[in-house]
Each structure stands twice: as C-alpha cells, then as structure tokens.
C-alpha cells in the first residue's frame, strides 16, 4: 500500500523559505512523477509542481520563480522549497503520486504552514 | 480564479442523481481524455474517485461515473447518499501549465 506523508515546520516568517517533505512509503520513488499541491484556508487546489524521478521538474507559471523540487531517492522522499514566502502562501500542503501526470493518487494528509511573524 | 469552471454549490435529495460540471478549454478537456475528480470531507486530505474521464477507482462506488462532452467534463452521483456530502474538484491535463483544478463544487445533501 503506498503511502506519503509531509513533514516540516507549521510556521514560517514573511520572506524566509518554506521547506517540506514528503516521505514515500508502498513504493520506490525512482519511478512515475510526484507532485505538490496546495489548498490556502477556505479555497480551492492550486497545483504547485511535478518532480519526475530522473529529476525533471515542471512547476505552476505562477510560483516557478520561488519554487524548487528535487528527490532523495536514498530516503525514498522529495521535497518542497517556496521561497519569498507572503501570508498569501498559508495553505495546506499536500504531496501526492501523479501517475504519468494523468491524475493524484494517494494523497498525503497534508501539512499546514502558516506564514506570520 | 481557477483555470476550470465548476458551479459554487449543488445539492439534492437521498436516492436522487445530481451531477457537476467542469468546464475548460480545447487546451485542457477539449484536447485530453486526462480528466480527474476529487472528493473532499471537511478537515480530510481530497480522495481520487474518477480518472481519465470515467474510470473509477478500486473501492470507489459505482454510483460515482464521469464523462465529457467537448470542453466540459461532468461528474455524476447516483443514489444520493449522507456521506456524499463533500466537496469536489475537477482537475484536467494541459499542455500549458500541465495541470488545473476547478474551483470545487460544494455538494449537499438535504
């Protein structure tokens, strides 16, 4: 059964980086696409981006300037960083498998980060 | 403002059939058969129901289908149930950001 899992810290100040992991359980990771997607407080999904397991990556016009993805396939996870982060960053993180980026199965519980100082 | 138009809310009655849909463009549902549903319970992380149009999941009921019709994909819940009151979100392949979500669609179920 694969599982996926976020971790990292719930609060991040104004400007500084938001770091995330997102720990693959089931299934190796040096296989098919991985993705980050977020849903601020009351709204919608917003599809962040996709690391493929050779290391590609494609990531939303919007935040590709700020946004790095990258694998540690030795520990089976990848990861999220956002930089320049604003309130309008809070949200819940969530990591997910992305089968030939046709669909999101499984999801992580998801993390909340909260940008305040 | 999302790149795929759901309705803001629906809602029917136990035993009745409502369905939702989700609107694009020829660059997104219009060009590819790589559309996907998403429930949503409150406080939960959303739970694949429907990919690549209307396939269904193992352990998905199959009173949850899916099609598409040009730039509009529909999402159809039959036999309405209390725990089918969720949210739900369409998301589709494109070839200019790869992937886009609705804006979700609040079910509920009277």
């Known amino acids: 059964q694969v599982q996926l899992q976020e971790s990292g810290p719930g609060l991040v100040k104004p400007s500084e980086t938001l770091s995330l992991f997102c720990n693959v359980s089931g299934v190796s990771i040096s296989s098919d696409y991985w993705t980050w997607i977020r849903q601020p407080p009351g709204r919608g999904l917003e599809w962040i981006g996709y690391i493929y397991h050779s290391g590609s990556t494609n990531c939303n016009p919007s935040m590709k300037s700020r946004v790095t993805l990258s694998l540690d396939k030795s520990k089976n996870q990848f990861s999220l960083k956002l930089r320049s982060v604003t309130a309008a960053d809070t949200a819940v993180y969530y990591c997910?498998?992305?089968?030939?980026?046709?669909?999101?199965?499984?999801w992580g519980q998801g993390a909340l980060v909260t940008v305040s100082s | 403002q999302s790149a795929l138009t759901q309705p803001a809310s629906v809602s029917g009655s136990p035993g009745q059939s409502i369905t939702i849909s989700c609107t694009g463009t020829?660059?997104?549902?219009?060009?590819?058969?790589?559309v996907s549903w998403y429930q949503q319970h409150p406080g939960k992380a959303p739970k694949l129901i429907i990919y690549d149009v209307n396939d269904r999941p193992s352990g998905v009921s199959n009173r949850f289908s899916g099609s598409k019709s040009g730039n509009t994909a529909s999402l159809t819940i039959s036999g309405l149930q209390a725990e089918d009151e969720a949210d739900y979100y369409c998301s589709s392949y494109t070839h200019i950001v790869t992937q886009v979500f609705g804006g979700g669609t609040k079910l509920t179920v009277l």
């Open positions: 997910a498998r992305h089968p030939d980026r046709r669909w999101f199965d499984p």
């Open positions: 020829s660059l997104d549902i219009g060009d590819y058969n790589y």
